[in-house]
Nanobody, 129 residues
Framework: QVQLVESGGGLVQAGGSLRLSCAAS????????MGWFRQAPGKEREFVAV????????YYADSRKGRFTISRDNAKNTVYLQMNSLKPEDTAVYYC??????????????????????WGQGTRVTVSS
């Protein structure tokens, strides 16, 4: 069982930056690929990025490449999402999720909800224009 708690959301002006964190419980954090998803008001949840258990491989939704960076610190059981040059359309609730995957297996393609085993409660990001 893995419990995930996101933090770091808030209100930011367009062009600003935020770093989201997701703290995980349990001793097997590196056994999980960690992903970030987001859900904007009135829209379906969408994939943002995922990182392998070892931290050596990442995979991004095309539209987020270059502005968002996913990273993890396995010693702290935490995964991060650095978001730069934020736009009003980035406004959403951001969720982290864990997928059971060999630590050195590339997480490419882990971009749908049903591939993840555990979810956090979400943290809200609002980008003002």
């Amino acid at each position: 069982q893995v419990q995930l708690v996101e933090s770091g959301g808030g209100l930011v002006q367009a062009g600003g930056s935020l770093r989201l964190s997701c703290a995980a419980s349990g001793r097997t954090f590196s056994s999980y690929a960690m992903g970030w998803f987001r859900q904007a008001p009135g829209k379906e949840r969408e994939f943002v990025a995922v990182i392998s258990g070892s931290g050596g491989s990442t995979y991004y939704a095309d539209s987020r490449k270059g502005r968002f960076t996913i990273s993890r610190d396995n010693a702290k059981n935490t995964v991060y999402l650095q978001m730069n040059s934020l736009k009003p359309e980035d406004t959403a609730v951001y969720y982290c999720a864990a997928a059971d995957l060999s630590p050195f297996q590339r997480p490419d393609g882990l971009d749908t909800d049903d591939e993840y085993d555990y979810w956090g409660q979400g943290t809200r990001v609002t980008v003002s224009s």
